[in-house]
Every structure is written in structure tokens, then in C-alpha cells.
């Protein structure tokens, strides 16, 4: 298999470029793995770019889409203290799905984050800030996570995704949704003085 074959699977539906990119990162797998058992002598999927999707990502929130949500949601609800989580954390929504009172120590939060924990696991330690605490010490939170469903059982990603997405339709936000608070979470901490280092996990 050359590049060029690999270009033309890429460009199989143009009308989905996500798609091509994923058999593009799929073949660079595949070919690396034959690589190291000596199956093959290159790796043609890496000399492949990705296509453009066109989107300019998810929605980062305004300070006005924060202060729209806290109206609707008020301190002592589950949907406040799921926001105050994602933004006082920046985390993602599986991180902060799997939050819970055993990763509080001395008024830190310390947890191994789920993205590639098996290959490449990355801990963390982030101080509860003020503002998060008082939505802790206001808020009905589970035995092991923070976050819990209407049955009182821990949340998925997924569902913890698709209830804050619905949080937000309340809220009249339908554009904003839990990633967008990764974004807007990262664009506070230099103004709460946290260093470039400090930023990027």
C-alpha cells in the first residue's frame, strides 16, 4: 500500500472528512504495529495528512453563558455543582464524572485523569478553590463520586455528558456544552495566576 492508496480512502466520502481522518489514524496503527514485527518496511499512512472538518471546535463560554446557567441553576443543585466542577477543574467530563470525597486530601483534589491512564497515566493534584468548596458544602453528593444520578448511582461520560447537555437546553444554552468548559476554564487560570506548566494537563 502506497500513500497515494491511502489518500484515496481519506477522500473515500468528502462529505465526512472526520470519517477519512479516522481511517487515516486507524491505517498509522496498523502499519506502525507491522513496522515494529517487521511485516512491513514503511508506514505510508504517516505520510497522509488529516483533512480539515471545518469546525471551529466546541463553544468556549462567555462569563455571561456562566452567569446565565448559575440563574438558572442555583448553588445546592446537581446541575451548579456539575459546573462548578468542569470550570474550577478544568477537567473533562470523564474525569470529573469519576470525582469523588476519597480524591479530596488536605483540601486537594488528587486523581490519576482517565485519558490514557493504562498507557501513559498522568496525576494530578488541584487545589479546591474557595468557590468550589462552597458548592461542595451546599450540595447532596454521592459515597464515591460527587456527581450521582436521580437514582443515586455514579454517572458514565457519556450520561454525565448528555445531562449537563441537557442542564444547558434549560438554561436556554443549547449552543454551550461541558467541553466548552474545558475552554473557558483555561482561559481563567492566568488571570488567577497559573503558569503556562500549570495549564497545559
Known amino acids: 500500500m502506497l500513500p497515494k492508496h491511502v489518500r484515496a480512502l481519506r477522500d473515500a466520502k468528502p462529505d465526512k472528512p472526520e470519517a477519512g481522518n479516522a481511517?487515516?489514524?486507524a491505517l498509522r496503527a496498523v502499519f506502525h504495529t507491522g513496522l515494529e514485527a517487521g511485516l512491513c518496511a514503511a508506514n505510508p499512512?504517516?505520510?497522509v495528512s488529516y483533512r480539515s472538518s471545518g469546525s471551529t471546535g466546541f463553544h468556549s463560554w462567555t462569563e455571561d453563558e456562566v452567569?446565565?446557567?448559575e440563574?438558572?441553576?442555583p448553588v445546592g443543585t446537581r446541575a451548579r455543582l456539575a459546573l462548578a466542577l468542569l470550570l474550577y477543574t478544568g477537567q473533562r467530563r470523564s474525569d470529573v464524572a469519576q470525582l469523588g470525597p476519597q480524591h479530596v486530601r488536605g483540601g486537594v483534589l488528587r486523581f490519576t485523569q482517565t485519558k490514557n491512564a493504562a498507557r501513559q497515566p498522568v496525576d494530578m493534584a488541584l487545589p479546591i478553590i474557595t468557590a468550589l468548596q462552597a458548592v461542595l458544602d451546599?450540595?447532596?453528593?454521592?459515597?464515591t463520586t460527587f456527581r450521582v444520578t436521580e437514582f443515586r448511582r455514579p454517572f458514565s461520560a457519556a450520561g454525565f455528558g448528555n445531562r449537563f447537555?441537557?442542564?444547558c437546553d434549560e438554561a436556554g444554552l443549547g449552543h454551550c456544552s461541558a467541553h466548552g468548559l474545558r475552554k473557558a476554564a483555561a482561559a481563567r487560570l492566568p488571570e488567577l495566576g497559573a503558569s503556562p506548566h500549570e495549564i497545559a494537563p
Open 71 to 73: 440563574a438558572r441553576h
Open 23 to 25: 481511517i487515516v489514524k
Open 45 to 47: 499512512a504517516k505520510e
Open 138 to 143: 451546599a450540595t447532596e453528593c454521592g459515597a
Open 67 to 69: 452567569r446565565q446557567f
Open 165 to 167: 447537555r441537557a442542564w
